[in-house]
């Protein structure tokens, strides 16, 4: 299983952030798998942002739900994250996750760096 | 939420040694649904340990996960020099999925 994470590297204030992870390995059709979302400021600890299920069901971190929207194409191997309204506290590294059993996360993109700088 | 509190917040010890790392919960943890993570610098985290104590795959057997209920422990019975990292616990016993702040392992 690999997952990769793409998308911009700096962001300005007030900019809506996409980022894609496009995965290979399982499919996420296939009952019981999901792919989530987790960052990590520099130097600061993990926090789980978004999680979306083979089923479609997605769930997300309520003190950032109003900011993020997670979507598959399961056609295309790939997840999208969007989150709105980036300001610099977002400054981080966003890694692309894969569940295979319960809420646990046993294989990890290698994470992508976002700055959020006017 | 489920707050996870992890001690020590640093742990210096030397090679050989055995390392002992505590995480606890603000409230008690469905299922004992917990898992460790092992995290180097430059890199992503490793699951370690889930279920609080099943070792995931590949890991060696030095790695030893225990508890339930709200305190939980991950034990390293001889760190080698490759242990040396910083370690996280996460729970995802309820919906909501929350990580503890990170234990450092250091070389003393």
């Known amino acids: 299983i690999t997952l990769r994470e793409s998308g911009p590297t700096l962001v300005k204030p007030t900019q809506t952030l996409t980022l894609t992870c496009t995965f290979s390995g399982f499919s996420l059709s296939t009952s019981g798998v999901g792919v989530g979302w987790i960052r990590q400021p520099p130097g600061k600890a993990l926090e789980w942002l978004a999680l979306i299920y083979w089923d479609d069901d997605k769930r997300y971190s309520p003190s950032l739900k109003s900011r993020l929207t997670i979507t598959k194409d399961t056609s295309k191997n790939q997840v999208v994250l969007t989150m709105t309204n980036m300001d610099p506290v977002d400054t981080a590294t966003y890694y692309c996750v894969y569940r295979g059993g319960l809420n646990w996360f046993d294989s990890w993109g290698q994470g992508t760096l976002v700055t959020v700088s006017s | ?108």
């Open chain 2, 1 to 108: 939420e489920i707050v996870l509190t992890q001690s020590p917040g640093t742990l210096s010890l030397s090679p050989g040694e055995r390392a002992t790392l505590s995480c606890r919960a603000s409230q008690s943890v469905n299922n004992n649904y917990l898992v460790w993570y092992q995290q180097k610098p430059g890199q992503a985290p490793r699951l370690l340990i889930y279920d609080a104590s099943s070792r995931a795959t590949g890991i060696p057997d030095r790695f030893s996960g225990s508890g339930s209920g709200t305190d939980f422990t991950l034990t390293i019975s001889r760190l080698e020099p490759e242990d040396f990292a910083v370690y996280y616990c996460q729970q995802y016993g309820s919906s909501l999925l929350t990580f503890g702040p990170g234990t450092k392992v250091d070389i003393k």
